[in-house]
């Protein structure tokens, strides 16, 4: 320990017992407890689907922006000696400018689903808030750093999710908050702010509860897998009706780093046509069917030519030019036969007109098929007009229904007649033995304040104030 640190120690132990001597163990109880406290990291809100803060890496800090992730285990941000054009428009770090700085080198790669980074790890302090986590391993990502970032207002992700998940083996930095002590209490809690002000978009507390932040109490279910933050759900419900999706139960997982609500495809779609969306699949395909149906159609009936296509058959009797009818036929029965191109003209002239009568039917049947295809990827969309007769869904979780209105589920993009509404629930299959399962994201935690608590494995949501 250098001459600093040892001053800094002796005068903490000349506090310590001052206090003993003078107040007795209470006091000394209240000076350990403040060298753990919670700490708040306020988030900014970008359009309601990226709400991320601010962090501090090295010494001195160098500052980043990351999104604060409970389905995630570990943290990246982008380094000075990333090669992938998308880490030159964020902030990235300087390892030669950090005293504190050690070197680890051991190459790591995650994927998100959405996009994906690799790198290399590194050992640097971290500043949370009001917190410095020693000797934190983190990635520092040099390539493969996706476009999926590119639009990000984030420069990385720190992951707040559990050590089983956590790329490389590394311990997280939640993990070395409680390791260290530096933390009062081991929960962690979100606030999202729902009037959407960009500049006071929520704040996560590290060790602590806001109670100006929830109403009422908060509503704990156990966390069944350690891993994510993991927990049984009950049914979802459709204006109050029970939908059967999931009666037999559903898991589900809390993640702080998820925009949307997702779920397995077949029952989203169930739902996003209860709310009467459109999938962005489905109004391609009516714009194509309605676009270039009739033109196609038109060009159809165009190539039905019988004067061109008739001609292998040899020359008709009379005018070549005169059109074909069934009466002029039938006004030929009388004869020995029929020459080859009249049966021809004929043919194709109730081709012809049979393409132009069916072509509104056909269409029409073609258009309503758009509507039963499988929305593959990707969110719906909704007349934005619609939203006052869209329905309530509830989610039941620990006995309790916890309600959506349409105005939270649908996310609005853009203003006046330039805005667009898209559905909150988006389709994700994730395949046995880590699925299926929900993930309750931002637009669910809008609604509801929600607390981690490490302590005892348990998430714990309540209205949001």
Same mark, same amino acid.
């Not at 009936?301 to 009379?318: D, K, N, R, T, Y």
């Given at each position: 320990?250098?001459?600093?640190?040892?001053?800094?120690?002796? &005068?903490? *132990?000349?506090?310590? &017992?001052?206090?003993?001597?003078?107040?007795?163990?209470?006091?000394?109880?209240?000076?350990?407890?403040?060298?753990?406290?919670?700490?708040?990291?306020?988030?900014?809100?970008?359009?309601?689907?990226?709400?991320?803060?601010?962090?501090?890496?090295?010494?001195?800090?160098?500052?980043?922006?990351?999104?604060?992730?409970?389905?995630?285990?570990?943290?990246?941000?982008?380094?000075?000696?990333?090669?992938?054009?998308?880490?030159?428009?964020?902030?990235?770090?300087?390892?030669?400018?950090?005293?504190?700085?050690?070197?680890?080198?051991?190459?790591?790669?995650?994927?998100?689903?959405?996009?994906?980074?690799?790198?290399?790890?590194?050992?640097?302090?971290?500043?949370?808030?009001?917190?410095?986590?020693?000797?934190?391993?983190?990635?520092?990502?040099?390539?493969?750093?996706?476009?999926?970032?590119?639009?990000?207002?984030?420069?990385?992700?720190?992951?707040?999710?559990?050590?089983?998940?956590?790329?490389?083996?590394?311990?997280?930095?939640?993990?070395?908050?409680?390791?260290?002590?530096? *933390?009062?209490?081991?929960?962690?809690?979100?606030?999202?702010?729902?009037?959407?002000?960009?500049?006071?978009?929520?704040?996560?507390?590290?060790?602590?509860?806001?109670?100006?932040?929830?109403?009422?109490?908060?509503?704990?279910?156990?966390?069944?897998?350690?891993?994510?933050?993991?927990?049984?759900?009950?049914?979802?419900?459709? $204006?109050?009706?029970?939908?059967?999706?999931?009666?037999?139960?559903?898991?589900?997982?809390?993640?702080?780093?998820?925009?949307?609500? /997702?779920?397995?495809?077949?029952?989203?779609?169930?739902?996003?046509?209860?709310?009467?969306?459109?999938?962005?699949?489905?109004?391609?395909?009516?714009?194509?069917? $309605?676009?270039?149906?009739?033109?196609?159609?038109?060009?159809?009936? /165009?190539?039905?030519?019988?004067?061109?296509?008739?001609?292998?058959?040899?020359?008709?009797?009379?005018?070549?030019?005169?059109?074909?009818?069934?009466?002029?036929?039938?006004?030929?029965?009388?004869?020995?036969? !029929?020459?080859?191109?009249?049966?021809?003209?004929?043919?194709?002239?109730?081709?012809?007109?049979?393409?132009?009568?069916?072509?509104?039917?056909?269409?029409?049947?073609?258009?309503?098929?758009? $509507?039963?295809?499988?929305?593959?990827?990707?969110?719906?969309?909704?007349?934005?007009?619609?939203?006052?007769?869209?329905?309530?869904?509830?989610?039941? !979780?620990?006995?309790?229904?916890?309600?959506?209105?349409?105005?939270?589920?649908?996310?609005?993009?853009?203003?006046?007649?330039?805005?667009?509404?898209?559905?909150?629930?988006?389709?994700?299959?994730?395949?046995?033995?880590?699925?299926? &399962?929900?993930?309750?994201?931002?637009?669910?935690?809008?609604?509801?304040?929600?607390?981690?608590?490490?302590?005892?494995?348990?998430?714990?949501?309540?209205?949001?104030?």
């Amino acid at each position: 320990m250098d001459s600093e640190g040892t001053s800094d120690f002796s &005068l903490y *132990v000349e506090d310590f &017992l001052k206090a003993f001597i003078k107040y007795g163990i209470n006091a000394v109880d209240d000076l350990l407890d403040s060298t753990r406290r919670s700490d708040i990291v306020a988030l900014k809100n970008y359009r309601n689907v990226q709400y991320f803060g601010e962090i501090g890496i090295g010494t001195p800090p160098q500052n980043f922006t990351v999104i604060f992730d409970t389905g995630s285990a570990n943290l990246w941000i982008p380094s000075s000696k990333c090669s992938s054009s998308v880490c030159y428009l964020h902030s990235q770090y300087k390892s030669s400018e950090s005293t504190t700085y050690k070197m680890n080198g051991k190459h790591e790669a995650i994927d998100y689903g959405s996009g994906s980074i690799s790198g290399h790890l590194s050992e640097d302090n971290i500043i949370v808030g009001g917190i410095v986590v020693q000797d934190q391993e983190f990635i520092e990502a040099t390539t493969d750093v996706g476009m999926n970032f590119l639009a990000g207002k984030f420069d990385g992700i720190l992951g707040l999710g559990f050590k089983e998940t956590s790329v490389g083996n590394v311990v997280p930095v939640w993990d070395n908050m409680v390791n260290q002590h530096l *933390v009062k209490e081991r929960v962690l809690s979100f606030w999202l702010n729902r009037k959407g002000d960009k500049d006071e978009g929520g704040e996560i507390i590290f060790g602590g509860v806001d109670p100006n932040h929830f109403k009422g109490m908060h509503t704990y279910i156990p966390i069944t897998q350690k891993g994510y933050w993991q927990f049984d759900m009950g049914d979802i419900l459709i $204006n109050g009706k029970h939908s059967g999706f999931c009666k037999s139960g559903c898991s589900a997982i809390a993640d702080t780093g998820a925009s949307l609500i /997702a779920g397995p495809t077949t029952i989203i779609n169930q739902i996003n046509h209860a709310i009467g969306t459109n999938g962005l699949f489905t109004e391609s395909c009516h714009l194509v069917v $309605n676009l270039f149906g009739r033109v196609i159609f038109e060009v159809l009936a /165009a190539l039905v030519q019988p004067g061109i296509l008739c001609l292998p058959f040899g020359p008709c009797p009379g005018d070549h030019n005169a059109s074909v009818s069934i009466e002029s036929v039938v006004d030929r029965s009388d004869d020995v036969g !029929i020459p080859l191109c009249i049966i021809c003209k004929l043919a194709l002239r109730l081709i012809h007109e049979g393409i132009l009568k069916s072509r509104n039917i056909i269409l029409k049947f073609i258009g309503n098929l758009c $509507n039963f295809i499988p929305i593959p990827v990707g969110a719906s969309m909704v007349d934005c007009a619609r939203l006052p007769y869209m329905p309530i869904i509830s989610f039941t !979780i620990g006995d309790k229904e916890f309600e959506l209105s349409p105005n939270e589920y649908i996310l609005k993009i853009g203003k006046g007649d330039a805005m667009q509404c898209i559905s909150g629930f988006i389709p994700l299959d994730v395949p046995p033995p880590g699925g299926p &399962l929900w993930v309750l994201g931002d637009v669910f935690m809008r609604r509801y304040h929600t607390v981690f608590d490490y302590e005892n494995l348990r998430v714990g949501f309540a209205e949001a104030a």
